[in-house]
């Protein structure tokens, strides 16, 4: 990414959109590194775990923890507290919102190239 380009113009839904791809990618690359599994089992595990539900209990735990810096609690907030004209099937719109809000965050760590850090959070929720 250019790095003349000030991240926190961007809009949190930016973010989420690169996020979406981010969280599965990393959450399918996990569950690989466990080992060798009938495809369908993996395709199970990561459903289950990449539906906006799953991700809200990640977004709670995260808000209630001193994990997350400033910056990246901010994306995250931001983004569960923008305007989305969507909603998922199989959830209700507070845990869109909170999805979407931890979506926001591995799109912007993404976009610093913060793989390190995707793959520490991810480790801890897979």
């Given amino acids: 990414m250019d790095s003349n380009i000030d ?3 961007y809009s949190p839904l ?3 959109f690169l996020g979406d791809g981010v969280y599965g990618l990393y959450v399918r690359s996990a ?7 009938q495809a369908r089992n993996l395709h199970n595990e990561a459903s289950r775990i990449v539906a906006a ?9 995260l808000d209630s923890e001193d994990e997350l810096d400033e910056d990246e609690l901010d994306i995250m907030h931001r983004g569960c507290n923008a305007h989305v004209t969507h909603q ?9 919102h909170k999805a979407t809000g931890l979506e926001a965050l591995f799109g912007y760590l ?10 520490e ?4 929720f897979t």
């Fill in 88 to 96: 998922a099937k199989n959830a209700t719109s507070m845990e869109y």
């Fill in 31 to 37: 569950l690989v590194k466990r080992g060798n599994t």
């Fill in 121 to 124: 959070l991810i480790t801890r």
């Fill in 53 to 61: 539900t799953a991700q809200a209990k990640v977004y709670d735990i």
């Fill in 14 to 16: 930016t973010f989420a």
């Fill in 7 to 9: 991240l926190r113009t």
């Fill in 110 to 119: 993404y976009l610093l190239n913060r793989t390190d850090r995707i793959e």
